[in-house]
């Protein structure tokens, strides 16, 4: 089992920064794949970005060039640092982590953190 605690989130003009952090109660290497989802109202949680194994990063298309996901691997913490903020990224942002066993595969999230991107 894994508990993520996320911070960060807030209310932010267009072209603004924020940067969120995950808290995850093991270590990010035992984590299979580690990072960031959003919900916007009306629409389905979409991955932002992510770790996955070998610490390969994923980006979705929408953020690619803006936002940026990092770890500290002692604070055994995530990151996601959003520059050029716009209008469209405001969501509940989601920590998210995907452990692998022999014969199960569970998915963990946190509870979520609003960023508000005004125009």
């Known amino acids: 089992q894994v508990q993520l605690v996320e911070s960060g989130g807030g209310l932010v003009q267009a072209g603004g920064s924020l940067r969120l952090s995950c808290a995850a109660s093991?270590?990010?290497?035992?984590?299979?794949?580690m990072g960031w989802y959003r919900q916007a109202p009306g629409k389905q949680r979409e991955l932002v970005a992510r770790?996955?194994?070998?610490?390969?990063?994923d980006y979705a298309d929408s953020v690619k060039g803006r936002f940026t996901i990092s770890r500290d691997n002692a604070k055994n913490t995530v990151y996601l640092q959003m520059n050029s903020l716009k209008p469209e990224d405001t969501g509940v942002y989601y920590c998210?982590?995907?452990?692998?066993?022999?014969?199960?595969?569970?998915?963990?999230w946190g509870q979520g953190t609003q960023v508000t991107v005004s125009s």
């Open positions: 093991r270590s990010v290497f035992s984590i299979n794949a």
């Open positions: 998210n982590a995907h452990l692998v066993e022999t014969t199960w595969a569970r998915d963990y």
């Open positions: 770790f996955t194994s070998g610490a390969r990063t």
